[in-house]
């Protein structure tokens, strides 16, 4: 319970400094879009296991993801866009596999259009770890960090990352959906309002509470590097409004 304390107070300090990042350009498929909101102090404290179960209970995905809509075929996904020229109707994705050397690998997988937010998602898997894009009609690419899980009232999402390899982002994002009146071309805005990026806690499991925040369990960082230490799981709730 002590290491529990000083966790929660680390991340509270930590949390003044916090601020959204923009994700790097990716050189693949699509120009790449986000927009950062500003900074974003937040609080995290401790819940019971009771009350996690509750809202896991009450827990779903408030948005319905269609997966059917796009098929690959002979290891190509072609998804539509609408672009300036004949040459801009459609993005493709083509898988690269190389028999003798399959670290250079690179697998595409459709996971679904979002209709909530006018988007597709796209994994892209390499030797050592994957990418996750949301792809827009324009053809803009939003990279994320894992699928999205969107609040009941429909204007956020989260994305969380638990701890895989070295160097890979371990925490979570939270977005928000704008509306953009003036773009009848694209209305949606996704905003990126928090992003944690830590090695203090690995979120096994994350979910939306009833009033809107975030539900984590989690486990000590130590879990990972020294597997014969007892495991230590706790609950967490994340407010960022």
């Known amino acids: 319970m002590k290491s529990l304390k000083i966790l929660l107070l680390s991340l ?30 937040f609080s995290i404290t401790e819940v019971d296991e009771k009350h996690f179960r509750q809202a896991q209970k009450e827990s779903k995905n408030a948005s319905f993801v269609d997966t059917a809509l796009i098929k690959k075929t002979s290891g190509k996904i072609i998804l539509p866009i609408e672009g300036y020229t004949r040459r801009d109707s459609s993005l493709v994705f083509q898988d690269k596999i190389y028999p003798n050397n399959e670290e250079a690998d690179i697998i595409h997988q459709y996971k679904g259009y979002y209709k909530i937010i006018d988007r597709h998602l ?27 899980k969107f609040s009941k009232d429909g204007q956020y999402f989260f994305c969380f990352r638990p701890y895989g390899l070295e160097g890979e ?3 979570l994002q939270v977005w928000r959906i ?37 539900l984590i369990k989690a ?23």
């Open 219 to 241: 486990e000590k960082m130590e879990d990972n590097f020294f597997p014969k230490e007892p495991s230590e799981e706790y609950y967490l709730k994340l407010k960022y409004k």
């Open 122 to 148: 796209l994994v892209t898997l390499y030797y050592e770890h994957d990418e996750y894009n949301l792809i827009s009609k324009r053809g803009t690419k939003t990279p994320i960090w894992s699928a999205p």
């Open 178 to 214: 704008k509306k953009d009146q003036g773009d009848s071309f694209d209305p949606i805005e996704l905003v990126k309002i928090l992003e944690l990026d830590q090695l203090m806690f690995n979120p096994i499991e994350c979910l939306w509470d009833r009033d809107g925040d975030l």
């Open 169 to 171: 982002p371990v925490g």
């Open 12 to 41: 509270l300090a930590f949390s003044c400094r916090e601020s959204s990042k923009e994700p790097v350009n990716s050189s693949q498929g699509a120009k790449t879009e986000a927009k950062a909101g500003s900074s974003n102090i």
